[in-house]
């Protein structure tokens, strides 16, 4: 199953392949290299098939959890002061994606949006400390069914040149659903209230949906 935010960039990748296919065999040249004309289409169409997979995922569907809005490595754990939205103290846990890694982001707890706004920005790499508040990047602020208000906030990397946000303001949202969509690379940052049970740890690989990040 494929994520409807690639059907353009597969369609390139088979265009591509047949160009390239097309080439190899019409055109006098030698063997190895028609081989590797092939390969080259073959490989690009994989890369692309593999980062717009979209596994189906089972969330865990209970308000005292909070899930990882995507796949990657936990890169941050830290109390840090948010000037956007609450301006006070919150949790930050960081996720970051390689190109590798599932990149649909999902909505990490249920309730109803509140706040969600694009910003543009820089494409410093995405593990940069300063990334969270100079790179593109969308905040998305959800009001928790237990009264609890959660931020997350996808930001674009070196590689990443488009965010897919489908929060809106006012929609009311479950847990795990889809929320939106990064290409190529990047990171989300959660940031969760300070009483918050930490559940992960520096470097853990989690997955989007069903591992659960804190609870209330």
């Not at 694009?118 to 940069?128: F, I, N, Q, S």
């Not at 959800?142 to 996808?154: E, F, L, S």
Request: proline share 4%.
């Amino acid at each position: 199953m494929f994520h409807k935010e690639g059907k353009a960039s597969i369609l390139i990748a088979l265009v591509v392949l047949a160009i390239l296919t097309v080439v190899a065999a019409t055109i006098t040249m030698p063997e190895w290299l028609s081989i590797l004309l092939i390969s080259i289409g073959v490989a690009f169409l994989c890369i692309i098939l593999q980062f717009f997979r979209n596994p189906k995922r089972v969330s865990v569907e209970d308000d005292t959890t909070v899930v990882s809005p995507v796949d990657g490595k936990v890169v941050v754990i830290e109390e840090v002061h948010d000037k956007e939205y609450f301006d006070g103290k919150r949790m930050m846990i960081s996720v970051f994606m390689s190109p590798i890694n599932v990149h649909a982001t999902r909505y990490p707890v249920a309730g109803k949006i509140a706040y969600s706004k694009y910003h543009p920005g820089k494409y410093l790499v995405a593990w940069h400390p300063k990334a969270s508040e100079e790179n593109e990047r969308t905040t998305v602020v959800i009001d928790h069914n237990n009264g609890k208000k959660v931020m997350y906030r996808q930001i674009a990397g070196a590689l990443a040149k488009r965010i897919m946000n489908y929060a809106k303001e006012g929609d009311t949202v479950k847990q795990g659903f889809e929320s939106g969509f990064i290409k190529f690379g990047s990171r989300v940052d959660v940031y969760l209230p300070t009483d918050a049970k930490i559940e992960v740890e520096l470097n853990q690989k989690v997955k989007g949906a069903s591992s659960i990040l804190a609870k209330f």
